[in-house]
Structure formats: C-alpha cells, structure tokens
C-alpha cells in the first residue's frame, strides 16, 4: 500500500501550503463574487469569468502569468516549468485567496491573487525583496491570456482589437457582446497597475509569438520586457510591464487589476495600495462572518480543516456558482439546502434567486446559460426545492418568510415562496409515466441515463420515491402555515406514490428497488439485468424518504456494491453501449455512474448511515470518502492524486486500471456540500426544527470526545459530545449544568448555551 503524498500541510487557520510545485495534477483555488469567479493552481493555471443574471458570460481570463526579467534572464513567478532552479516555494491555499512565493538569483517574490467582493475583476499583488548587495533593475511583467475575442483555432478569423489608453493608463482588449444585454454591447477587458507603467501588449503574436508558449514569450526572449504593440484583427492578449529598482534588502509591491468595463473606458480604473488592502480585507471579513455558523473538532484533525476551513467554503461557492461551467438548477438548489447549516440567511436569498428561474407550471429547468433558461428535458430540477426551503425555514425558525414573494421566469407578478414549492410537488406528482410513477424524461439525478424516457413514458423509481420525500416535507410546511388541506392532500399522494413504487419498482428477487424502467419497459437495475443489476440510489432515498424497507434495500446495496475504496454507484457496470441508457452505458466501465465510486452519493449515504445508527459504517463511509485516508485501502488501488483539502465528483473502481482510486474533477461537485450537511446535520445530530435544536447523532465510536460550535437563530451552541464506545445513543444532556428532558434546545437569541452530551448505548 502505497503512503499517501501530502505536497505540503493544512495550517492553523485551515489553509493549505504546497511545498512542492510539482503534484499530479493542478491543485486549485476558487475566488468569486456574485458577477465573478476566477481559480488558480498552485502554479498559478486558470481562468476567470464574468457572468450576468441569464448565464451570459466572458471568459476574460484563460490563463496567467507574471515574469521578471533582467538583462538577457527572465523568469515566471509562478514556478513554470518547474526545474529552473528556484528554492523556497510555497502556494498557500485559503478561503477567497492564494500566494505564491519562491526565491531565484537573490530575489524573493509573492504572488497574492483574489477576487473582491464586488465588481468584475480580479486583483493580483507582486511583491518583490532584494536579498542580494547590489542594485537590481528588473522588468515586472503580467500577463493574462484572455478569450473575449473568442478561442484562437489556426486559419480561423480573429477580430480582436486592442492597445493602451493614456488616460485610464490600461492594455485593453475591446469586443462587441452581450452581457446584461439580449444584444451585443461594447465591452473592454483591461489589465491596469499601481505604478507607472513602462510598457504593454495587446497582440498575442507579439508577446507570445507565433512559435513561443506561455512559459517562454519571444518579447522576454528577445526584448526582455513589452513591445508596446497594438492589436488589430489578430488574437489578442493583455500584459503590462512596471520597471523597478530596488536597493538590497529592499521590497517593493506592485499592484494589478484585470477587470471588465462595459460600454467605454468610464468604468476602468487603477489599483492602489489603500484600496487594494481595503478589498482585501474587506474580503476575508466577509468569509468570516459568512461561514462562521458552524465548527467542529474531532480527534481527526486533518477533516476537522477540511469540514471548517473548505467544505463550507465549497458551499458557499456552489450556492451562488453551481458547478462553474454553468448554472444548474438541480446544484444551486441543492448545494443552498446544504449551506444552511452554516449561514440559512444567505441561503434563504440565495434560494429566493433560484425560484425566479422556475416555470408558473411548478416545473424547474436544467440550467441557465448563453442567455436563456435551458430545460434540456430533465425531470428532477423541481424535487430539490422543497428539500431546501424547509431547511432553511426550520433553520431560521420563521415560517411567516414562505409568505415573502418572488417571480416565476415567465410571470411580471410574484408569487409566495410557498406557491412556488406547491406547484413544484403538485408538478412532479402529476409528470407520470408508466405504472404512474414519474417520469425520467432525458434524465433525472443521473444526467447519463438521457435515452430512457425521452417519449413521456419511460419512469424513474428513484425519482418516484424522491418525490416521497419531498411530498412529506411539503406537508410539513403547509402545516407550518396551517394549510392542513393541502398537508392533507400531500400525504394522501404520498401513500398513492409509495404502493405504486412498493408494486413496479421493487425487485423481489433481488431484494431491493430497480432503478427504472424505460419508454418501452425496459427494467434497469434489477436481479435479472445482465449488467447494471442493482443502482445505489434508490435504496438510499428509500431511507431518506422514510420507507418501511429503507434498511433491508440498503443491507442489499452495500453486500453487492461496497468496495475498498468507497460504494459504487451501480453494478455490473455496462460494458457496451445500449441506446435505451444514453451516453452511461457509453462510460468506460468502473468510471463515474457507470460503476464507478460516485462521492456526491457516498456523502447521502454518510446521512443514511446516521438515520439507521450505524456508526461503524458511518466511519467507514468518511474513511473512504477522504482522499488521504487508507484504512480500507486493499493494495490495488493506485495514488490519490487530488487535492487534499478538497473533495471531487468520483473515485474510479478497481477495474479501471492505471486510475483506479484517482479521483475525477475537484470542486465542481456536490460531494462538498453533502459532505459539510451530512456531517453537520446527521453525523453530529444537528437537526434544525421550527422549537429549536434537535440534537440526535450517529458519531464514530472512536470519537470518545468532540465538539461542534453551531449559531442558530443568532444563539451559539457550544456543544461537547463524550462517549464510552459502546454506542452513540443520547444518554443525557446537560444545558448550563442542567440536565434537560428530551433532546431539542430552543435558542436563546444573543447568548451562548453550553451544552454537554453524553452518548453510549441505551439499556
């Protein structure tokens, strides 16, 4: 069994330091506001975007980079290519910013990269020391690739037009698109400094060259600094160069904006120390007191940085940005059910954000890009509301706010944020198929299986007893309101839905639910399948749902589905294409949903694992699910080659070969935020309800003691859990020193309870 390679460390503050530029692949960072979002790699890879309210977007950065160079030497501050002879590199990684520093011939450089808290813009600080005895002379230069011309492709027409504006002291790049607007409008992308600038480029030829790359352009190489071009109907990039001495031992810091102006130059301006700090701060103030609703500690320390410093942070990112390369319906809803337990005030924005992109008819669509809201025949979008809206409501313990109002996409007037989620559960109950269940349509929580139901026949048994669980919720919520038609009438589709779930999607030979079946009645995911027999999901959602063979299904699930590095997703996985399916049957096997250690469905079931109180599986689910954690690890299962601090959509399964165990994508994943909810709601007990704080945990029994700080209804929980190993039933809470009756805690606005728990196992 191969040791787990750290590159570096988590720090106090729940950072992250790289100490060796050379991982497996790009670590990365995201920075974000609500019109922005950027990333970079511990080499300082990536890409920054803006978008407007329909998903209209401008990549105004697709990569960067910032060179000294002196006399005939240049060389990148970021570390690239990786053997030049640098010492002392580090990239710390934290919430809404990276550093990264490195020493070369006398010179100590730090690279600070963020994203403030508004505008479109990114802002990268370069400090320089002189650690030498002489007076150095150096050329800064930044660079940023940009794409708002478009992506350069050989023998294609480029259009862009560039150069420097005196007056505003800006490279820039100006196109014609449609931002904020059904109609193309002027837009600048411009880069601007703290100090006087000795030179620019805006043409790529230019800087890069036409035989140059990224880490060696032709205008370091034979210039050592700018060319000062301008750029007319070729590819244009942005890159300013700021000449500074420095005495010995002297530092200096120079200061850049890239940003994005609209219409004309009035919006471009220049960084400066003051401001640049004061955005700077005003930054991390912010995602202080954004994600500081919940902490925890354990005696594993590492995931105690991973739930406090990241998989907030994740969250927090998902809520506004989804899964980045667009705007999910499903995952901005999702992940803003998840950050309500740390911050159900923003969440509750954040939701009311989301509502005004679903239809009057209660339906939900895919995503919302390229100016348009696109259905992409999905079925699930409407089922997550409801899931999240009685989150955030039992959260903040108001049930008056499903009065507050909000448009649908294709209304002028508003509607109450309960008509929105009635019509939602009404929708979904009355899209059915076959048998009565509901449809799959082109896809439901699976994207992959888009084959199965595109005739409106087709259905989904997991999505069926999804809908069950949303039903109950909605009935909750109307009786919160004292709707008790309408909870009435819920439950009574509630119980409709399960019988016809319990008669055509159930496996009575195989012992559990099928997945589904489609437009001609083809059965997925049961005993007789030749591959893909069985499917995860239903048999969680069964728990999760509250159905009465939740915990034999799931018996069934993990004897045929576990494995040493987490449970798949389905199994057999299919080897050979079958257009019934779509494009996961398409999937090398063992990859993704086809049979593959899908971890955004490893993080549900870590929650499964604590309704059923099954503690032993419950360490076993995290222990698998954490990239550095080898305690299952069989010795075919190859290096984890992500970043530790964050969480990705997959694990690949043993068969895979050269990949089994490496992870998928990073970041743009739901694993994060069910990971933070399961772990905050369900492994710690912390479940919100409209009389308080019910706490009922299903913690590993390893943990004889931890702790969780969570804010509720602005009163702060200090709570500490001890235990004797034998079980992790509540035996006794103590509030103030006093021992209460049951186990829910009403907050007391402004003050902090301190509360013990003990735990064992009841008589």
Request: proline share 4%.
């Amino acid at each position: 069994m191969a040791e787990f390679k750290w590159y570096g460390h988590f720090n106090a503050d729940d950072s992250y330091t790289i100490t060796e530029p050379e991982t497996p692949r790009h670590w990365y960072n995201y920075m974000f506001n609500n019109e922005y979002v950027s990333f970079t790699s511990q080499v300082g890879f990536g890409e920054g975007l803006c978008q407007d309210d329909l998903g209209r977007r401008i990549l105004l950065l697709s990569n960067r980079n910032i060179f000294l160079a002196e006399d005939n030497a240049y060389w990148s501050l970021f570390g690239l290519p990786l053997d030049y002879g640098y010492t002392d590199y580090a990239c710390n990684h934290a919430t809404g910013f990276s550093t990264i520093t490195l020493s070369y011939k006398d010179i100590t450089s730090t690279v600070r990269i963020f994203v403030p808290n508004e505008g479109r813009r990114e802002l990268w600080s370069v400090t320089i020391t002189n650690n030498g005895d002489t007076t150095r002379t150096l050329n800064l230069v930044s660079y940023a690739k940009t794409e708002v011309d478009g992506t350069y492709r050989p023998q294609c027409y480029s259009l862009g037009q560039g150069g420097f504006n005196e007056e505003k002291k800006a490279v820039y790049a100006k196109d014609y698109r449609p931002l904020w607007s059904k109609t193309n409008r002027k837009i600048y992308c411009y880069m601007t400094s703290s100090e006087e600038i000795t030179g620019f480029d805006s043409r790529r030829n230019a800087f890069i060259g036409p035989f140059g790359d990224e880490q060696h352009p032709v205008a370091l190489r034979k210039n050592g600094g700018c060319t000062n071009t301008d750029c007319n109907s070729e590819k244009l990039c942005l890159a300013l160069q700021n000449t500074v001495t420095l005495a010995p031992g002297e530092t200096k810091t120079v200061h850049y904006q890239l940003g994005i102006a609209m219409d004309n130059f009035d919006e471009i301006t220049s960084p400066t120390a003051e401001g640049v700090e004061a955005d700077f701060a005003a930054m991390t103030a912010k995602y202080a007191a954004d994600l500081s609703g919940v902490s925890i500690k354990t005696p594993w320390k590492d995931f105690d940085h991973l739930i406090n410093g990241w998989m907030k942070y994740a969250a927090h990112m998902g809520s506004r940005w989804a899964r980045v390369r667009h705007n999910g319906y499903r995952d901005m809803t999702s992940d803003t059910e998840c950050l309500a337990c740390v911050n159900p005030k923003l969440a509750w924005e954040r939701m009311k954000r989301v509502l005004s992109y679903q239809y009057q008819s209660g339906y939900a669509p895919r995503t919302i890009a390229d100016g348009r809201i696109k259905d992409n025949n999905f079925a699930d979008n409407t089922v997550w509301m409801t899931y999240a809206v009685n989150t955030i409501i039992k959260e903040l313990g108001d049930p008056s706010l499903l009065y507050e109002t909000v448009k649908f996409n294709d209304t002028e007037e508003e509607y109450s944020v309960y008509e929105h989620i009635r019509r939602s559960v009404d929708f979904l109950y009355n899209f059915q198929g076959n048998y009565g269940l509901v449809r799959i349509w082109g896809g439901d929580w699976n994207d992959c299986i888009n084959n199965a139901g595109l005739k409106g026949k087709g259905v989904s048994v997991w999505l069926s007893i999804a809908w069950v669980r949303a039903g109950k919720m909605f009935a909750e919520v109307a009786r919160m309101l004292g709707k008790e038609d309408d909870a009435k009438l819920a439950l009574e589709r509630v119980d409709d839905m399960t019988k016809k779930i319990d008669a055509y999607g159930y496996d009575e030979k195989g012992g559990y639910y099928i997945y589904a079946r489609t437009d001609d009645d083809i059965i997925m995911g049961s005993s007789d399948c030749d591959e893909g027999q069985i499917f995860l999901n239903p048999q969680m959602w069964a728990v999760l749902a509250g159905m009465e063979k939740g915990a034999a299904v799931m018996d069934k699930a993990e004897e045929l589905l576990e494995t040493p590095i987490g449970i798949r997703l389905s199994y057999p996985a299919y080897s050979y294409q079958r257009p019934y399916i779509g494009s996961m049957a398409e999937k090398f096997p063992g990859v993704q949903d086809n049979g593959g250690i899908y971890l955004h469905p490893s993080a549900w079931k870590l929650a499964v694992d604590s309704i059923l109180r099954r503690p032993d599986r419950v360490e076993e689910g995290l222990r698998k699910m954490l990239p550095w954690d080898q305690t299952y690890d069989d010795g075919t299962i190859g290096q984890t080659c992500g970043e530790p601090y964050a969480m990705y959509n997959s694990y690949f399964a043993p068969e895979v070969g050269y990949r089994a165990g490496t992870p998928g994508q990073s970041w743009r994943t739901a694993s994060s935020s069910w990971m933070l909810k399961s772990v905050v709601e369900f492994i710690f007990g912390m479940h919100p309800e409209i009389e308080g704080l019910r706490i009922d945990p299903c913690l590993p029994l390893c943990w004889n003691e931890c702790s969780i700080v969570k804010v509720m209804r602005d009163c702060t929980f200090d709570i500490t859990f001890k235990g004797d190993g034998t079980g992790t039933d509540v035996l006794e809470i103590k509030v103030d020193g006093n021992v209460i009756d049951g186990n829910i805690i009403a907050p007391i606005a402004g003050k902090t309870l301190k509360v013990e728990v003990k735990i064992g196992k009841k008589d």
